[in-house]
């Protein structure tokens, strides 16, 4: 199939945007990482989006969009599908513009998120929970959108969007003291990469733009294999900010001939990464704010090179915190669950304990005594003291002869059971 190329949003239209987002978006700080510079020997700053009053970068695209509207368009409102970012950064726009607009979201969005969306949008805005996922809500928002004839206001796939995002990358060139060697940035439905892909292509071409997708949710990075915009059957959607079936059909183009190369990032490698940034620079990032960091020890020697991370979003639950922990154990190869067969005697489990290292530990053990049979399951939950005492500690358990489980790599037993 012959790949038709399409032009990257102008630099023009770009900064009529950023025009239109003076006094609304922050013009977000780019803040040298002393602790990351010294660990990669590079110089590396934080394009720190996280600092946006709705927490993300949002707010730029969704605003945009909105102040290129007709008087007759505003007047009749607008509407939008969403749980996360894109909610809060419409409701913010509809209370600064005093336009109406209607957000459904799903009936499982986190209350906190719903607060949100609600306080930003005051009452310009009526939030709708309905269906048990995205696909319930969108469908929903665009039935009503032509139904009362509202303008839907895509979180990535429209142009003005894009270019609402690219204000992003006119402010990193504006802000940097020298020629950027290399840029990366977390791409979801391609808004942010789009846009920023416009600017630079334009203005900064020798700058090598790196996007990051979750592993889980690959969508552009299987679309530019395939050479066209496809759908994943399923995704992981623990990164929701970057967590999309589908990119847009206007962003596909322009990240395509704009963008060097899409990496993929391990789940559990970000929440490690979320940890590290909260626990050593007091940062706190959403999965997708943390993309850009993680895979930093993923793209060859960066000694001497010139960097900059965007740090996309800080909107991280709290109540997210234990899963958040739990990953980046599972991923660094300290925590471990199985089923274990326990004989139904006393003692069984002071005899278990032996098998266990001197650094290691049950985190987690469910096991109820079934009188009719001689054996019953357990399952136990350990973590361990180093990496490298897997191999000892499943040793140890075959010398035993204890017949167990490991379920760490069995995805479907692994999300019953724990």
Known sequence: MTQQSVSPITVEEIIKARHRLRGIALET???KSTRLSRLYDAEIYLKREDLQEVRSYKIRGSYNKMASLSQEERERGVVC???????????YACNA????GVIFMPVVTPAQKVRKVRMFGGDYVEVVLIGDTYDDAYNESMRVAEERGLTYVHPFDDPKTIAGQGTVGLEILDAATKPIDLLVMAVGGGGLSAGIGSVFSQLSPQTKLIGVEP???PAMFKSLQAGEVITLDRIDSFVDGA????VGKHNFPIVRDTVDRIELVDEGKVCGVMLDLYNEDGLVVEPAGALSIAVLDQLGDLRGKHIVCVVSGGNNDITRTPEI???????????????VEFPQRSGALRDFLDVLGPEDDITHFEYTKKHNRAMGPALVGIQLG?????E???????????????????????????
């Open 29 to 31: 700080p780019l803040m």
């Open 81 to 91: 599908a969403s749980a996360g970012n894109h909610a809060q950064g419409l409701a």
């Open 97 to 100: 513009m005093q336009v109406r």
């Open 215 to 217: 592993s889980g949710a």
């Open 243 to 246: 967590a999309v079936r589908r």
């Open 325 to 339: 922990q739990e990953r980046a154990l599972m991923y660094a190869g300290l925590k471990h669950y199985f089923i």
């Open 386 to 390: 180093r990496r490298g005492d897997f």
């Open 392 to 418: 000892e500690l499943v040793q140890r358990m075959e010398a035993r002869r204890l017949r167990y489980e490991h379920l760490n790599d069995q995805p479907i037993l692994f999300e019953m059971l724990i």
